[in-house]
């Protein structure tokens, strides 16, 4: 699957951003609603690290630094996943990747990979920037 994410840009802190997330289909057919979706961010000399995961039975996580701003949903009908970012802080500043990991069918709906090396496929980046 390619991934194309878009939505960021720079906003002053307190603001508010959604950045999105859209799937191609590969051509062997796997449907969106197979693959759980994450977003990661990666900040200058920093390493990579999970903002938030959807699974394909709905459920989600954030990790702790946003959670209660940032709410991670999708809509498999346009195979699009979507990052809503509120109360944003200038320590969000970072450059937001989207993932996908296949899962295999024997996954339980709930299940929600948090390693960043459960992921397969990886969209371009979109660099967001929360000035003070």
């Known amino acids: 699957v390619q991934l194309q994410a878009s939505g960021g840009g720079l906003v002053q802190a307190g603001g508010s951003l959604r950045l999105s997330c859209a799937a191609s289909e590969p051509a062997s057919g796997r449907m969106f609603g197979r693959y759980a979706m994450a977003w990661f961010r990666q900040a200058p000399g920093q390493e990579r690290e999970l903002v938030a995961v959807?699974?394909?039975?709905?459920?989600?996580d954030t990790s702790q630094s946003v959670k209660g701003r940032f709410t991670v949903s999708r809509d498999n009908a346009k195979n699009t996943v979507y990052l809503q970012m509120n109360s944003l802080k200038p320590e969000d500043t970072a450059v937001y990747y989207c993932?996908?990991?296949?899962?295999?069918?024997?996954?339980?709906?709930?299940?929600?990979?948090?390693?960043?090396?459960?992921?397969?496929?990886w969209g371009q980046g979109t660099q967001v920037t929360v000035s003070s």
């Open positions: 993932a996908a990991d296949s899962l295999p069918d024997w996954r339980s709906r709930f299940y929600l990979p948090r390693n960043i090396n459960e992921y397969d496929y």
């Open positions: 959807i699974g394909i039975g709905g459920s989600s």
